[in-house]
């Protein structure tokens, strides 16, 4: 089982809609979580951290968080084609800091 | 400003050469990691350091070394052992030290094997 996992895609959807992804992790001891966003060929870079459970806003984006699940879920809203990318999922514990493959996102215009 | 430098961009390995990647931070973090990423692929864990002249093994550290003599630097050499090394190299510093904090990534270095 891999310790943080996300849907590869590519996730498709059109633009204004609410694009959702999707994150799972196996360490019930991870106590932060982070989702970046990446471009083709460039690195990551931060959209949101969460590490208590309940939702944290930012803009057009949402994180959420459910520990008791091993959950934790990124809702951009009003998708722009700006917003294709690949998302990535992390989760740290105790100095490991673990990615996920990454969810390919495509906004249509 | 502060930030977190790799270089070279571009590297080119022969068969049987040892390369070294180098990553330097001036942010004041205390650890830091390697990640391979291969095309379509996430970020794999090779290794990681948490303070000065300790460092653990990641999911795939087997064919790489690191140092970390100072708290500034974090250099990965890929051996020869490593057989397939041709992929995108990140390093990323963290501050432990704050719960609401992020990892921040130099500008990667893409290896090729020729």
């Known amino acids: 089982q891999k310790e943080v996992e996300q849907n590869s895609g590519p996730l498709s959807v059109p633009e204004g809609a609410i694009a959702s992804l999707n994150c799972t992790y196996s360490?019930?001891?991870?106590?932060?979580f982070f989702w970046y966003r990446q471009y083709s060929g460039k690195s990551p870079e931060l959209i949101m951290s969460?590490?208590?459970?309940g939702d944290k806003e930012d803009g057009r984006f949402t994180a959420q968080l459910n520990k008791a699940s091993q959950y934790v879920s990124l809702l951009i809203r009003d998708s722009q084609p700006s917003d294709s990318a690949t998302y990535l999922c992390?989760?740290?514990?105790?100095?490991?800091?673990?990615f996920g493959q990454g969810t390919e996102l495509s906004v249509k215009p | 400003d502060g930030g977190i430098t790799q270089s070279p961009k571009y590297l080119f390995r022969k068969e049987g050469q040892n390369v070294t990647l180098s990553c330097e931070q001036n942010?004041?973090?205390?650890?830091m990691y390697w990640y391979r990423q291969d095309p379509g692929q996430g970020l794999r864990l090779i290794y990681y350091?948490?303070?000065?002249?300790?460092?653990q093994k990641g999911d795939i550290a087997e064919g790489y070394s690191v140092s970390r003599e100072k708290k500034e630097s974090f250099p990965l050499t890929v051996t020869s052992a490593q057989k397939n090394p041709t992929a995108f190299y990140l390093c990323?510093?963290?501050?432990?030290?704050?719960?609401?904090?992020?990892?921040?990534f130099g500008q990667g270095t893409r290896l090729t094997v020729v």
């Open positions: 992390a989760a740290y514990r105790e100095g490991k800091l673990i």
């Open positions: 360490d019930r001891g991870s106590q932060s």
């Open positions: 969460i590490y208590s459970n």
């Open positions: 942010l004041n973090h205390d650890a």
């Open positions: 350091s948490q303070i000065v002249n300790d460092f």
């Open positions: 990323a510093s963290f501050d432990r030290g704050r719960l609401n904090t992020e990892a921040f």
